[in-house]
């Protein structure tokens, strides 16, 4: 029997003030991978940053690195230390015409600008792809990328590794058991950005670093000199180059919502700004999502995007001093509020509807937490790692089939920020905006010669 609901200020506070604590490990309870018999043989694009824990986990699975390309080796220097006698390259093209034959599969850890391009190479290839998130940067991109993966028939899987986590699970769970009753809103929210916004002009050519590759680390992207205002890592605030605030973090943070209530292309979206985004992204946003009814959401659903400090207001019902992190999704519905932190971290019930703050609270988090104790998630990059291995295009959770309407919908709201105020329809039979033609020309971009992404 279910129970009715509560928390004691004690618990409240220990719970609430950890929340983040608690569940932000992505890979919660994962059960460890087991390697096959036969080994998987990998290229990895981008070695530095990210890329280097993208590469150390496909190793951890048993997969064996094949080839390396990292276009500035200073960044890469560690990951190249580590592995000596593995070739390396500055240019992804160069590396997948010498290896075609002795790959099985690569990772694609670079900037959000050149993850469509890359990705697509290896495809045309007939290799499988493991991208980190956001998926690509434009919404044509991410077609491009879906229409390819069903072409070549090879196992795909985006970098939100939470999805795979026992987190994700409890969300489900929860939805079945229609522990939030009829779903009426979501919220979802990051402490993002964390590097420069709001630029309104170009950053000033500067001395090229010895070892950059700056040709091929623009790869598609407009020709413009070398800055610090753009590597490493800043680049996230460029439009050129990045997503922003949202499409670094919402591939995780709206993932619990997009999968319980399986959500697609929104009907509508709104945003509020610092100022309009152009060269850059705003310094914070507030974007507003409507969803079409659905068998989840029968009379549709508003879902918000907070950034840059915006936060939504605490649930009803909830203590007085809720702390509610600095990335979450907040579910709310007609029996009961729950708040998971980022990564699809584990979800705790924060507020019954209609009733104030009480013990009822600590008696759903009990049962809850008893119950994400039963479940065991997985290792993201393994579960992709064993799907190629089997040649099984629908085992991974985040596989391109997934992942591509989501991106695309984040990737509405960053069109958004260009068009503050305005509200944006979205025609899902022409696949455009029906009411503002003049936000269609960021649907897509034409990439530089030499990066095509035709297939």
Not at 79 to 88: G, R
Not at 117 to 129: Q, S
Not at 233 to 252: E, P, V
Not at 319 to 337: A, D, E, R
Request: glycine share 8%; aromatic share 10%; hydrophobic share 40%.
């Amino acid at each position: 029997m279910k129970p009715s609901i509560t928390i004691s200020r004690r618990t409240f506070f220990k719970s609430s003030a950890t929340i983040l604590a608690l569940s932000q490990p992505a890979l919660l309870r994962a059960a460890p991978a087991k390697a096959s018999a036969g080994v998987f043989r990998f290229a990895q694009i981008a070695c530095g940053g990210k890329g280097t824990g993208d590469m150390e986990s496909m190793l951890k699975g048993g997969a064996k690195l094949v080839a390396m390309c990292d276009v500035d080796p200073a960044r890469a220097a560690k990951a190249y230390k580590e592995h000596p006698d593995v070739p390396k390259f500055a240019d992804y093209r160069e590396m997948l015409d010498k290896f075609e034959k002795e790959i099985d599969g690569v990772v694609v850890s670079t900037p959000d600008h050149t993850h469509a391009c890359a990705a697509l190479d290896a495809m045309r290839r007939g290799k499988h792809v493991y991208v980190q998130k956001p998926l690509a940067r434009t919404f044509q991109e991410c077609q491009v990328l879906l229409d390819a993966a069903k072409k070549y028939r090879v196992v795909t899987q985006m970098g939100n590794q939470g999805h795979a986590g026992a987190g994700l699970l409890l969300w489900q769970q929860m939805m079945k058991a229609n522990a939030f009753g009829e779903i009426r809103e979501v919220h979802v929210w990051s402490n993002r950005p964390i590097w420069p916004q709001g630029m309104t002009e170009m950053a000033k050519g500067e001395p090229l670093p010895e070892g950059l590759d700056w040709e091929n680390w623009l790869g598609p992207a407009p020709m413009r000199p070398f800055s610090t205002a753009y590597v490493p890592f800043k680049w996230r605030g460029w439009w050129d180059f990045g997503t922003g605030a949202l499409g670094d973090m919402a591939c995780h943070n709206m993932d619990p919502a997009f999968w319980i209530l399986k959500l697609g292309l929104p009907d509508t979206v709104k945003a509020q700004v610092s100022a309009p985004a152009d060269l850059a992204y705003p310094e914070w946003s507030v974007i507003e999502y409507t969803f079409p009814r659905s068998k989840f959401c029968p009379k549709g659903l508003k879902m918000t995007w907070h950034d840059g400090k915006k936060m939504p207001p605490k649930p009803d019902g909830s203590h007085p001093q809720l702390q509610l992190g600095n990335n979450g999704c907040m579910v709310i519905g007609s029996k009961m509020t729950a708040v998971g932190g980022s990564h699809a971290a584990p979800p705790i019930p924060m507020a019954l509807t209609g009733q104030e703050y009480g013990p009822a609270v600590k008696e759903a988090e009990a049962y809850w937490r008893g119950e994400m104790k039963k479940l065991e998630g997985c290792d993201h990059y393994h579960q992709w790692l064993r799907a190629a291995e089997a040649r099984d295009t629908a085992k991974p959770g985040s596989k391109f089939a997934y992942a591509v309407p989501m991106t695309q919908a984040i990737l509405l709201g960053c069109i958004a920020l260009r068009f503050p105020g305005q509200e944006l329809r979205w025609n899902h039979a022409k696949r455009q905006f029906s009411n503002f033609p003049e936000a269609n020309r960021w649907l897509s971009s034409a990439p530089r010669p030499g990066y095509d992404l035709s297939f």
